[in-house]
Structures are given as structure tokens and as C-alpha cells.
């Protein structure tokens, strides 16, 4: 009986996890205004793809990805120019979907509680994925 309430716990939390992040529909094309300068580097809305090992992709706010990461924030902001930047686009070949499900969870919940004056929930991480996170 503790197994299966074990189980169905864990399968509410897997079930709240991956709903919350739920791949958007791709970003429309950045509009364009008289200047032919592009808006969308000051629209907090636009979204970076982020591939994992699998292929799997997942949408993140700029602005959310730029400001919780120097990776990201190097590769989309970055002097050089990066690919990444020009594509919206980010491969995370090294990194499984599981796992960047749960990067993408707490860039979200970084910025969501950021500015709190009040208790900050906890941020649960699953014993299992913990030491995949760490690599």
C-alpha cells in the first residue's frame, strides 16, 4: 500500500512537472518596423528553443534564459555573434530532455521568485535525477 501511494505521488509530481512546461508553438517571425530594424531583441516575449540529446525542444523566454544562465546569456548575447544568437536556438547535446526539463523548471522558478518577500517554496529535485544534475 506505501508502494502504490509512493507511486501515485510520483506520477501527480511527474504529471505537474511536464504539464507546467509544455512545449509553446514556435515564435511567430519578428515583425519588422519602418527602420527594418528587428523588435524582437527588445520583446521580453520571444522565445529561445532549446534542443536536448534527444532532440526534444523546449521554449523558454528570452529574456528568462539570458538572465538565469551565462551560458546562454554568452551564447545569445554574446560579442562574437554565436550561431545561437542569429537562430534563437540553443543544442544541448550532452544534456538529456529529463534534465533539461528540470533547467528549464528552475530558470522559471528563479525569476518567479526572484523579487519574493515572502517564503520561497521549496524547489523539489528527485533524488534520482540529483547527481545527473550536478554533471
Known amino acids: 500500500e506505501i508502494g502504490q501511494r509512493q507511486t ?10 511536464t504539464t507546467s512546461i509544455t512545449p ?5 517571425k519578428p515583425k519588422m518596423n519602418d527602420d ?12 529561445v528553443k ?3 540529446a534527444e532532440g ?3 521554449y523558454l523566454q528570452r529574456q528568462i534564459a539570458v538572465s538565469g544562465s551565462e551560458t546562454m546569456r554568452a551564447m545569445l548575447e554574446g560579442a ?8 534563437s536556438l540553443v543544442r ?10 528540470k533547467v528549464v ?22 533524488p534520482e535525477i540529483a547527481l545527473e544534475l550536478l554533471g
Open 105 to 126: 523548471q528552475y530558470l522559471q522558478y528563479k525569476v518567479m521568485h526572484s523579487n519574493s518577500n515572502s517564503r520561497i517554496p521549496e524547489f523539489v529535485i528527485e
Open 8 to 17: 501515485a505521488a510520483t506520477t501527480a509530481a511527474t504529471t505537474t512537472a
Open 92 to 101: 544541448f547535446p550532452d544534456i538529456t530532455s529529463h534534465i533539461l526539463e
Open 24 to 28: 509553446k508553438p514556435p515564435p511567430q
Open 36 to 47: 527594418n530594424e528587428n523588435e524582437e531583441d527588445g520583446n521580453e516575449n520571444s522565445y
Open 50 to 52: 532549446l534542443i536536448s
Open 56 to 58: 526534444d525542444e523546449f
Open 80 to 87: 562574437g555573434r554565436f550561431r545561437e544568437s542569429e537562430e
